[in-house]
């Protein structure tokens, strides 16, 4: 008998859970916003901060509002410094409605600063913000200090040809000192410069292949009539590189493709603690190079020491950009370390070195920028070279 009761119980429990329901009315307007706070120190430099106020998710248009009129003190080592000041800046979004109908929304994107702080490596700098009606909130960040980087090698191959042209690669192998005893968060960044004969771009143009670069080579390199000019083209925004070295296989890779790992830029240290490592990595070519002719390729590269915080907000951030709209993927929170509030307060150092494949510069060479080229172009110079 007593089973019997227990089971009924049980079954009428179950019951009432799964039959009740409760209608909770949610208002937008009653959330209270948090203070953001993003800013990072950068060793040798002043510094620059946004303070914006949250906003809810069901607010659909792109944009943050700064907070004008908030106090910002920096702290050095636990010694008050400054207190920053704010630089306003008034910025439009444009929401673009039905049948062609753009809505301007003028909204301010100020930030707060001071040029006269230089940040000093190994420092630990806090930031303290306060504004009426919002929580007060704090966040700081030690400054890493600069990795050693050396023997910066470049090589540049032809890889493949194919019905779409010549592809290109541009081979690289560096070496980094790790520190010993430390855990090191990096980011590796590369910049290439052409230096490209002028008859080599006019010869392209004339036959129709719009400049050069690998997708204009098709078939066999295009003939060219050499002049005494070389044209500098500069790729402003970071190369994307990829490599096979099983430094950069620990899960902060975007994408695993024919044995090679296609980067964020993001590494740690996690397989070379205290070494002295030389790892090799490649990046994609854009134009035939002929050092005979004084023709060059120039990469430039940067390694940030990255404060742990920062390396952790640009990891999730990556990592939310992709799962946002998986609706099968696991949501992933942006990192944060702002105390009260929102947002990334960190830090970074950097180590810069370059190199070349050619030479640069030749004696009876004269070099253009890619503005003074196209300029050449308009002008109606450009065939009279």
């Given at each position: 008998m007593?089973?019997?009761?227990?089971?009924?119980?049980?079954?009428?429990?179950v019951f009432v859970l799964f039959s009740?329901?409760?209608?909770?009315?949610?208002?937008?307007?009653?959330?209270?916003?948090?203070i953001v706070v993003n800013a990072v120190a950068i060793a040798g430099q002043g510094i620059v901060a946004k303070v914006e106020k949250s906003r809810s998710v069901l607010f659909r248009d792109n944009y943050f509002e700064a907070i004008p009129d908030a106090k910002v003190l920096l702290y050095e080592n636990g010694t008050f410094l400054k207190q920053l000041e704010y630089k306003s800046v008034i910025d439009t979004?444009?929401?673009?409605?039905?049948?062609?109908v753009e809505k301007k929304i003028h909204f301010e994107n100020g930030n707060y600063f001071d040029t006269s702080v230089k940040i000093k490596e190994g420092a630990?700098?806090?930031?303290?913000?306060?504004?009426d009606g919002f929580d007060p909130v704090w966040c700081?960040?030690?400054?890493?200090?600069?990795?050693d980087i050396s023997d910066?090698?470049?090589?540049?191959?032809?890889?493949?040809?194919?019905?779409?042209?010549?592809?290109?690669?541009?081979?690289?192998?560096?070496?980094?000192?790790?520190?010993?005893?430390?855990?090191?968060?990096?980011?590796?960044?590369?910049?290439?410069?052409?230096?490209?004969?002028?008859g080599y771009l006019r010869s392209a143009v004339n036959n129709g292949y719009g400049g050069g670069g690998s997708y204009g080579n098709q078939g066999s390199p295009q003939p060219f009539s050499q002049t005494d000019t070389i044209v500098e083209q500069s790729n402003y925004y970071s190369?994307?590189?990829?490599?096979?070295?099983?430094?950069?296989?620990?899960?902060?890779?975007?994408?695993?493709?024919?044995?090679?790992?296609?980067?964020?830029?993001?590494?740690?240290?996690?397989?070379?603690?205290?070494?002295?490592?030389?790892?090799?990595?490649?990046?994609?070519?854009?134009?035939?190079?002929?050092?005979?002719?004084?023709?060059y390729v120039q990469v430039y590269i940067s390694i940030d020491n990255l404060s742990k915080g920062l390396y952790l907000y640009f990891r999730s951030r990556e990592e939310h950009a992709y799962a946002k709209d998986d609706p099968f993927a696991e949501p992933v929170p942006v990192y944060s370390n702002v105390v009260g509030g929102l947002g990334i307060f960190g830090s970074r150092s950097n180590s810069f070195i370059d190199g070349f494949f050619g030479e640069f510069p030749v004696d009876g060479k004269t070099y253009i920028d890619e503005q003074t080229y196209r300029e050449m172009q308009n002008s109606g110079r450009y065939e009279s070279q």
């Open positions: 007593r089973i019997i009761i227990k089971n009924t119980f049980i079954i009428a429990l009740c329901e409760k209608t909770i009315e949610f208002d937008k307007d009653d959330i209270k916003p948090k979004f444009r929401k673009y409605l039905e049948y062609g630990t700098y806090k930031l303290e913000v306060t504004r700081e960040t030690t400054v890493p200090k600069p990795v910066f090698t470049i090589a540049y191959e032809k890889v493949k040809v194919d019905d779409y042209g010549m592809d290109y690669q541009i081979n690289m192998s560096l070496k980094i000192n790790d520190r010993v005893s430390e855990d090191n968060f990096y980011s590796l960044d590369s910049y290439v410069t052409y230096g490209i004969e002028l190369n994307s590189w990829y490599s096979s070295d099983p430094m950069f296989n620990e899960g902060d890779a975007m994408e695993v493709f024919d044995d090679y790992i296609y980067s964020n830029g993001l590494f740690t240290d996690e397989l070379i603690n205290g070494k002295n490592y030389t790892f090799t990595f490649a990046s994609r070519g854009n134009f035939e190079i002929h050092t005979d002719v004084g023709e």
